[in-house]
């Protein structure tokens, strides 16, 4: 079955940065794309990013693109995702999830459990 | 940009009842990139139609979603004491890619 673990996320001060990753299993991860989506406490969902299953195509939200870099490694299985000059408004819970596209759509059909970022002095 | 606005923010109901939900888009979208997500306090959301209407492979009957163009619903025809969550809407669209509405929590009356 398909299983997706976030870890990376924890304490960092205002200006740091982070480095979560999502290992993944139990589908051929090589071929298909990848998103993160953030919830901050209380507050809805936030898409971050996504990436293709080689890697070569990329989307930010345009809100966080510079700051943050999705990446990904087919050989060991694992998205990542890089977080730097970070805010106290970037404190979440981050989720990985996969997308499932067919015909030019997409859309989230798995999603991990979820690592929370605390930005904070 | 296209904007998803979600009503009522919160919907109180009892157990049995039917329950309705709206997404709109600020401008027309393709039905095919709608879809609609559960979320559970401290879980993960959780996909429950696509393509506005197509219910993912598991998902009881009782939910079914419809629209299109700028409006669309989900419905839960009868309310199980598991289905007090929050639904989101969600559109597939050009930049940003992903759009999410800001929820409607569904409580218990």
């Known amino acids: 079955q398909v299983q997706l673990v976030e870890s990376g996320g924890g304490l960092v001060k205002p200006g740091g940065s982070l480095r979560l990753s999502c290992a993944a299993s139990?589908?051929?991860?090589?071929?298909?794309?990848m998103s993160w989506v953030r919830q901050a406490s209380g507050k809805g969902l936030e898409w971050i990013s996504y990436?293709?299953?080689?890697?070569?195509?990329?989307y930010y939200a345009e809100s966080l693109k510079g700051r943050f870099t999705i990446s990904r490694d087919n050989a060991k299985n694992v998205l990542y995702l890089q977080m730097s000059s970070l805010r106290a408004e970037d404190a979440a819970v981050y989720y990985c999830?996969?997308?499932?596209?067919?015909?030019?759509?997409?859309?989230?059909?798995?999603w991990g459990q979820g690592t929370p970022v605390t930005v904070s002095s | 940009e296209i904007v998803l606005t979600q009503s009522p923010g919160t919907l109180s109901l009892s157990p049995g009842e039917r329950a309705t939900l709206s997404c709109r888009a600020s401008?027309?979208?393709?039905?095919?990139?709608l879809a609609w997500y559960q979320q559970k306090p401290g879980q993960a959301p959780r996909l429950l139609i696509y393509?506005?209407?197509s219910r993912v492979t598991g998902i009881p009957d009782r939910f079914s979603g419809s629209g299109s163009g700028t409006d669309f619903i989900l419905t839960i025809s009868r309310l199980e004491p598991e289905d007090f969550a929050v639904y989101y809407c969600q559109y597939y669209g050009d930049s940003p890619r992903y759009i999410f509405g800001q929820g409607t929590k569904l409580e218990i009356k």
């Open positions: 139990g589908f051929t991860f090589s071929d298909d794309y």
């Open positions: 999830a996969r997308d499932h596209c067919s015909k030019g759509v997409c859309y989230q059909d798995y």
């Open positions: 990436i293709s299953g080689s890697g070569t195509t990329i």
């Open positions: 401008q027309r979208v393709n039905s095919g990139s």
């Open positions: 393509g506005a209407s």
